[in-house]
């Protein structure tokens, strides 16, 4: 195919939503983004268009096309516009840097996540759960996605900084909430030049950015101080080398560890909270994961080698990420022109494919929207690859997807043997899409015990 510039306009265009002038589908895209593209992909199809603001937008809803976009053609695209955007906090860290940089990056920091490691980081994470179900008393009303967002910053904390930054959790928490509260703005037409503005949330972004490296580079400087290497990631962080022998300053340490930092703990909580939501909503699941938690632990703490013991538990968490996926969005901008399905999609145009979208759909998940831990029992292989992808795939697949799951499945089963979890009266259920999926109004809970 020719390189030469396309324009979008001079091109057939797949189908898509109604576009305002100027705006295009902005600002019904701005409402409720996943369930907005999930309309958009009910009402016109696996490949869609619509412009958000100056952006032509491709949605791409077949498993077999994102295939190619993500795994088989991954060179011909870059991150997205959220990403790029959000170097001005995380600077060149796996998830915002490309090409070869990221894979040298990633070669580095991968020996932190490999198996061998992951029995070690298995007792900080029962050990930290059992502490929180010590700490939760009968009757007791608490946000379970407070609760969980601060268990997990503790988890991470601990296993690959070995800190306790426990004590942090609520500092930490609201300057994440100040940095997400920024990346609502990022698809807003001219928003490159609005963050030069001194706006409200744009100060309160600076103050959360500021806070977060606080934490980050005082544990750079401890460990540099202290000259022990103690094996985990920041340590790891610390001595790599690259090629040349050269290692990294203090500023791709942090760019690198702040990363690890937020996803290690953010899109966690955020599964485990859903996943508690859902198995408050359906008793009778409920009933089924307890029983198995029982009769496979019998009342000890779980550990590594009882993860594949815990099938349905693992059920429970692939339907928490299937119905409600924390990274429920993934964008790729088109290095040069790209045909699929008979169009032209021009370079520099953004393709956004969407977990929350395919996991929904009932060509791959028969009843969707019902949550059935006993449907990741069965056999997998009836379905394309690409109808399930929480954490991404192809070279910018998540780095930690094995912490993660081996984190999500140990301490909803540590909690669950003596809690169950029930929602406050009154308490409204919605999705907030922002960098993550997270609840729109909390998640208000009482503790019951079991």
């Given amino acids: 195919m020719s390189t030469a510039i396309l324009h979008s306009r001079d091109l ?8 305002e002038p100027f705006l295009g589908a902005l600002r019904a895209f701005r409402r409720n983004p996943a369930k907005f593209l ?17 952006q032509d937008v491709y949605l791409v809803s077949d498993p077999e096309a994102i295939k190619e ?7 011909q695209f870059k991150k997205s516009r959220m990403l790029e955007r959000a170097r001005i906090l995380l600077g060149d860290g796996l998830l915002t840097s490309e090409g070869d940089f990221h894979l040298r990056q990633r070669r ?8 061998d490691r992951l029995a070690g980081y298995a007792v900080i994470m029962a050990e930290c759960a059992a502490r929180l179900r010590a700490r939760w008393k009968p009757a007791q009303r608490f946000d379970l996605a407070q609760e969980m967002m601060r268990l997990t910053l503790a988890i991470v904390g601990r296993a690959l900084f070995s800190a306790d930054v426990e004590s942090e959790a609520g500092e930490i928490g609201a300057a994440l909430n100040h940095v997400f509260e920024m990346f609502e703005m990022v698809l807003l037409p001219f928003s490159q030049w609005l963050e030069k503005l001194p706006l409200p949330s744009m100060n309160r972004f600076h103050r959360g950015s500021a806070r977060l490296d606080s934490t980050i580079y005082r544990l750079i400087a401890e460990r540099r101080a202290s000259g022990v290497d103690t094996g985990d990631l920041l340590s790891m962080l610390l001595t790599a080398r690259d090629e040349t022998g050269e290692s990294m300053d203090d500023k791709q340490v942090r760019d690198e560890a702040l990363t690890l930092f937020i996803a290690g703990h953010e899109t966690t909580a955020n599964a485990l909270t859903w996943a508690w939501y859902l198995l408050s909503q359906n008793p009778e699941a409920e009933a089924r994961f307890h029983a198995e938690i029982d009769s496979v632990l019998g009342g000890r703490l779980p550990g590594f080698a009882d993860l594949p013991r815990l099938r349905l538990t693992e059920g429970v968490i692939a339907e928490a990420l299937r119905l409600y996926p924390p990274a429920w969005a993934i964008g790729r901008k088109a290095l040069q022109n790209f045909s699929l399905r008979g169009f032209t999609i021009p370079a520099g145009s953004m393709i956004l494919m969407s977990p929350y979208v395919l996991h ?47 984190e999500a499945i140990l301490v909803l089963a540590t ?5 169950r979890l029930r929602l406050e009266p009154g308490q409204k259920v919605d999705i907030k899409p922002l960098i993550t999926l997270r609840t729109r109004y909390g998640m208000h809970m009482i503790a019951e015990p079991r």
């Fill in 360 to 406: 929904r759909d009932a060509r791959w998940f028969p009843d969707p929207l019902r949550f059935q831990p006993e449907r990741w029992l069965e056999d997998q292989s009836v379905r394309p690859k690409f109808a399930y992808f929480p954490f991404g795939g192809g070279v910018r697949m998540c780095i930690g997807e094995r912490f993660a799951w081996s």
């Fill in 69 to 75: 976009i993500l795994v088989t053609r991954q060179a």
């Fill in 415 to 419: 909690l669950a043997q003596h809690w």
């Fill in 12 to 19: 057939p265009r797949p189908p898509g939503p109604r576009q």
């Fill in 38 to 54: 999930e309309s958009v992909a009910k009402e016109h199809g696996d490949f869609a268009y619509l412009r958000l603001g100056q």
């Fill in 108 to 115: 580095l920091v991968q020996p932190a996540f490999h198996r």
